[in-house]
Nanobody, 114 residues
Framework: QVQLVESGGGLVQAGGSLRLSCVAS????????FGWYRQAPGKQRELVAT???????NYADSVKGRFTISRGNAKNTVYLQMNSLKPEDTADYLC????????WGQGTQVTVSS
């Protein structure tokens, strides 16, 4: 059974940076695209960034130019570098394949203060 564990969240002031990590229990990242999602209180979960098997990336318009998704040297790790954070980036951040095929992890909370 695949397990997804996210980490790296925290409290940061607007304009600050955080780097999130996602580790999967198995070598699932070679299957295809993987992504970072986020869910704010009272809002639907949204896909913010994806990375394909070839390293191709896509971003939601709201984070384009500020967030960078990348794979680690270990194939079961994916990162999300978040710069120039805004209060509206506050959410629980989760990783999964795209489309989401695996059971969701607990996520990592990102809180951006103004």
């Amino acid at each position: 059974q695949v397990q997804l564990v996210e980490s790296g969240g925290g409290l940061v002031q607007a304009g600050g940076s955080l780097r999130l990590s996602c580790v999967a229990s198995g070598s699932i990242f070679s299957i295809g695209s993987f992504g970072w999602y986020r869910q704010a209180p009272g809002k639907q979960r949204e896909l913010v960034a994806t990375i394909g098997r070839a390293g191709n990336t896509n971003y939601a318009d709201s984070v384009k130019g500020r967030f960078t998704i990348s794979r680690g040297n270990a194939k079961n790790t994916v990162y999300l570098q978040m710069n120039s954070l805004k209060p509206e980036d506050t959410a629980d951040y989760l990783c999964n394949s795209m489309p989401a095929l695996y059971e969701w992890g607990q996520g990592t909370q990102v809180t951006v203060s103004s």
